[in-house]
């Protein structure tokens, strides 16, 4: 392949890497969306059951208790915050991998009735337990 068939065909590429890579960039960083009430993420979660009562476990490093509402609502646990991007002004942003931003979780629960037991954070987790009633 000569030379300039090379070059063309390496620029051409790096053009549609770069297109591709700004079309993620606006699909999932959108200012308005960032901005809006909607939730940008969801955190991971385990639920386990005993006999009296559920146990759920959310997975949210870096989110202070008072960023966050834990509600009962409808047949639903609700956990809803936002967690604050660390980084200050001087510093300079080289990988980014823990989402931030508004978070929603909604786990429907099974029929019955429930209130909120403890709530505790325990290693980057929020443990919240649901009393059966």
Not at 23 to 50: C, G, I, K, N
Not at 60 to 89: C, F, K, M, T, Y
Request: with cysteine.
């Amino acid at each position: 392949m000569p030379l300039r068939d090379l070059e063309t065909w390496m620029w051409a590429d790096a053009c549609e890497i770069l297109d591709r890579a700004d079309r993620l960039h606006r699909q999932f960083f959108r200012p308005a969306v960032m901005s809006a009430r909607r939730p940008t993420w969801e955190p991971p979660v385990d639920v386990y059951e005993t006999r009296y009562e559920f146990k759920i476990m959310i997975a949210l490093p870096g989110v202070a208790p008072e960023h966050l509402s834990v509600i009962l609502e409808n047949g639903h646990l609700i956990i809803d915050g936002q967690r604050h991007l660390p980084a200050s002004a001087e510093s300079q942003i080289r990988r980014l991998e823990i989402p931030y931003g508004r978070f929603e979780r909604r786990i429907e629960l099974p029929a019955g009735r429930f209130e909120i037991g403890t709530r505790e954070f325990v290693n980057g987790c929020l443990l919240i337990s649901l009393r059966k009633i």
